[in-house]
């Protein structure tokens, strides 16, 4: 039996029935637990080679191959972090041995610990992934199905341009500006807070994002007001590369500990960074903007996504009402008959 340990993890080396060698990590410090791993794997590649057994695969080779097919995606960083944590549920399980009784555990562990909407999003990746593994890898015949949790609808929370006035009369000098901006342009915190002079074109007032910048993977323009425009003329030599610094250095992160008590000097209460997008959208309705104007102005894909605010429009909707007084026929008539 050939175990050897680099570190302090042991692993196995052996070569297979077919003359393929097997060396792999055991994932423990265990010696008896590396000889138990070592004799099943051993026995498993002597009934796939012999008797011609679909082999075993485990949930850790099927993360992995996740990750590696998946490394060009946006939320490649984030799988990554959501797999750790699942590691102590799934490490070392046969795919097949994943039930969905132990898959719902694991959502009301994250769900206790978090909420449903963030349980949610690990129980779409455990599902992504059973399915690579069933439907194109071919490592397993079938799968627990996922079901998810119920989400309340995303609210809309925005404010007046009083209030909004308040607040930016609280705000250190870096701050305002980039929330004067964010405001101006719809845009999400990383957009705003990462945009760079490359991507910034003032002649034509238009800045621009490739799809790999933006949440929905589409290349994105967006055309610059005069609000957006003279926030990026008083940037205009800070820095070389980023347009919003603090003290010539590009600004990280705009959820600081000098944001949160702006708000609270202003008396401004459960308003999150991303809330400035909500305002933009809200203003925009509120005065008369098509929603699917909105939806191409904020980098939207579907309508869906900005029906959350069509709420905001019913007064405007009552031009395009009276539209049917002047096609119906004889309303005179009709209205002076309700009166007999």
Not at 55 to 80: C, F, G, M, N, V
Not at 201 to 211: C, K, N, P, Q
Not at 227 to 241: F, N, W
Not at 331 to 336: E, L
Request: aromatic share 10%; glycine share 4%.
């Amino acid at each position: 039996m050939a175990l050897f340990k680099r570190g302090s993890i042991w692993w196995i080396d052996f070569t297979s029935p077919s003359g393929k060698r097997v060396r792999e990590s055991a994932g423990t410090e265990n010696r008896q637990e590396a000889e138990e791993f070592h004799d099943r794997m051993k026995a498993e590649a002597w009934r796939v080679g012999k008797l011609g057994e679909r082999p075993t695969y485990t949930w850790d080779q099927a993360a992995l191959q996740w990750l590696t097919e998946t490394a060009h995606k946006r939320t490649h960083s984030e799988d990554k972090v959501k797999l750790r944590w699942l590691q102590s549920y799934l490490g070392g399980k046969p795919l097949n041995s994943i039930s969905r009784d132990l898959i719902m555990q694991i959502g009301n562990q994250k769900a206790k610990d978090a909420s449903p909407a963030t349980a949610n999003r690990y129980l779409a990746l455990i599902r992504a992934i059973l399915r690579k593994a069933s439907l194109e890898w071919e490592w397993v015949e079938r799968v627990p199905k996922v079901r998810l949790f119920p989400e309340a609808k995303r609210r809309v929370r925005w404010l007046t341009p009083e209030q909004v006035r308040c607040l930016l009369d609280h705000l250190l000098p870096h701050t305002r500006e980039l929330v004067v901006f964010s405001l101006a342009t719809g845009l999400r915190q990383a957009n705003a807070v990462k945009l760079e002079w490359s991507q910034v074109d003032l002649e034509r007032r238009v800045v621009w994002f490739h799809g790999d910048q933006m949440k929905n993977g589409n290349s994105h323009h967006v055309s610059l007001n005069d609000t957006a425009y003279d926030v990026l003329v008083r940037q205009k030599g800070k820095h070389p590369e980023r347009v919003f610094t603090y003290r010539g250095e590009p600004i990280a992160n705009a959820n600081t500990r000098a944001w949160r008590q702006a708000l609270k000097a202003a008396g401004i209460e459960n308003f999150r960074w991303h809330d400035l997008r909500h305002c933009w959208a809200s203003w925009l309705v509120q005065h008369g903007t098509p929603l699917y104007v909105v939806q191409e102005m904020g980098g939207w894909k579907s309508v869906q996504m900005v029906q959350r605010y069509a709420h905001l429009s019913p007064a405007n909707l009552v031009n395009h009402a009276k539209t049917i007084d002047a096609v119906m026929p004889n309303h005179d008539t009709f209205a002076a008959q309700s009166h007999k």
